[in-house]
């Protein structure tokens, strides 16, 4: 029986991770960081599993990290943990840098004082924002780097300290170049899960309008769920090795809207260009989707493409086979539509009960 340690348990993938772990009999330990508000809502149904078990350290600190590590004596790390929105590190780029970029090195390091290099593997979760201001369509293992944002950058550092402790140190040490991979797990602000949203509370008349930003850029959208299994699998190969891991088809941010609403019940038609593209419910006539200059990025990244030849061959990972853009988006769109149906629900049993208590008909 393995045990293995996750960084990041508490983010959408880290949380799919720790279920697929279980499920293959491994001892799972994750860590968490103190927070003065509940943020364990992804994997509140694992706490109590018998594998199941929770430290706190933050990739800042090297002692916790030492700490842990000690504790847990890892077969396999999987680094999950960072300051994950490429818009926001644009507002804090240095904790970016040093989460993003140092706390690799600190994991590394931690794993060789802790003398466990020649026995745990790492995982770390790179990411197809490396590619960045893209220098060619699709995107495999062999494409050039040009990172275009202090977390790409960052990112591009913990790609490239992984490859020398490798080399250096003998470690089994791999980076998983993942493209945009989202489920109804994902952050609200980054734009698939923004998208699903809206459109359930715009269906369900709780909001009327969605401001976003570069409508025209381009994904390659993958399912989560399925994108942690090759997490796995990278780790299982007999060497190490960096894999890409996409579905290999592209969509724009638009093409998503029109998918997500449509699953909402809304057939949206856009009109207009640039800061003035509006989305129009073809229904009623009105205005459900503006352009804000607020969402707009110093540097995009405009052309993501992944080209998983790789991982199909050696990983046996076939993109095919697994979650569809559609069936992605559809998943999603149910989920938050549920979730608004729920709000309303105990919105309405709140009002009612108001009124009740107003009218002394309970006490
Ligand atoms: P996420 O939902 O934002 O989760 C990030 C996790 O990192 C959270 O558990 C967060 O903890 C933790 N974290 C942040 N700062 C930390 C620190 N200083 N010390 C310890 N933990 C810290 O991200 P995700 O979508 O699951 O992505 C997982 C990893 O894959 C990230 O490294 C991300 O950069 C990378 N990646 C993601 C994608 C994608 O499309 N999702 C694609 C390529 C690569 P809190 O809950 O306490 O904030
Ligand atoms: O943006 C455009 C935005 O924030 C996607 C992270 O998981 O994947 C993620 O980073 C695109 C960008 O994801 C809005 O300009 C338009 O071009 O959903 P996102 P991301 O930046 O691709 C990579 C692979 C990671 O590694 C990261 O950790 O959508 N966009 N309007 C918008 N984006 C946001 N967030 N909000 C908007 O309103």
């Known amino acids: 029986m393995k045990t293995a340690l996750i960084t990041g348990i508490t983010g959408q993938d880290g949380s799919f991770l720790a279920e697929l772990l279980l499920e293959k009999g491994y001892d799972v330990h994750g860590t968490i960081r103190r927070s003065s508000v509940d943020y364990r809502e992804r994997i ?20 916790s990290i030492i ?14 943990a960072a300051q994950s929105h ?8 240095e904790f970016t840098a040093d989460v993003d970029a140092t706390g690799v090195l600190r994991l590394l390091e931690g794993i060789r004082q802790c003398g466990l290099a020649e026995t ?29 944002s202090p977390y790409a950058v960052a990112k591009l550092y913990g790609f490239w300290i992984v490859k020398e402790y490798r080399e250096a140190y003998n470690m089994f040490a791999c980076s998983g170049i993942l493209f945009n991979h989202e489920s109804e ?32 850029s381009l994904r390659d959208w993958g399912y989560a769920k399925d994108y942690v299994e090759c997490m796995w699998l990278i780790l299982q190969q007999p060497k190490p090795e960096d894999f890409v891991i996409a579905t290999g088809e592209q969509h724009s941010v638009r093409e998503f809207c029109l ?14 260009e640039d800061e003035n593209e509006k989305g129009i419910d073809k229904a009623t006539g009105k205005v459900v989707i503006e352009v804000s200059p607020d969402f707009y990025r110093p540097t995009d990244v405009v052309n993501l493409w992944g080209d998983p030849t790789k991982a199909k061959e050696k990983l046996g990972w076939d993109p095919t086979k697994k979650t569809s853009f ?20 105990s919105e309405a049993v709140r009002t009612n009960l108001a009124e009740y208590l107003e009218k002394g008909i309970v006490k």
């Open 44 to 63: 509140a149904h694992l706490e109590g599993h018998p594998k199941f078990h929770l430290h706190y350290a933050d990739l800042g600190d090297s002692m």
């Open 67 to 80: 700490q842990v590590l000690n504790k847990v004596k890892p077969d396999e790390v999987y680094n999950l």
């Open 86 to 93: 490429v818009q926001v590190s644009f507002d804090s780029p």
């Open 120 to 148: 745990c593997r790492f995982y770390q979760a790179s990411t197809s924002e490396l590619y960045g201001k893209v220098e060619e369509v699709p995107q495999n293992e062999k494409t050039p780097f040009h990172p275009y």
């Open 185 to 216: 797990r994902r952050g609200e602000t980054f734009v698939t899960r923004k998208i699903t949203l809206a459109a359930a509370r715009i269906a369900q008349g709780k909001q009327k309008k969605l401001l976003l930003g570069n409508l025209s």
């Open 259 to 272: 998918y997500a609403f449509r699953r909402a019940g809304i057939e949206l038609e856009f009109v207009g």
């Open 326 to 345: 559609e069936q992605l988006v559809n998943l999603m769109v149910d989920a938050d539509m549920a979730k608004v149906a729920v709000e309303r629900a």
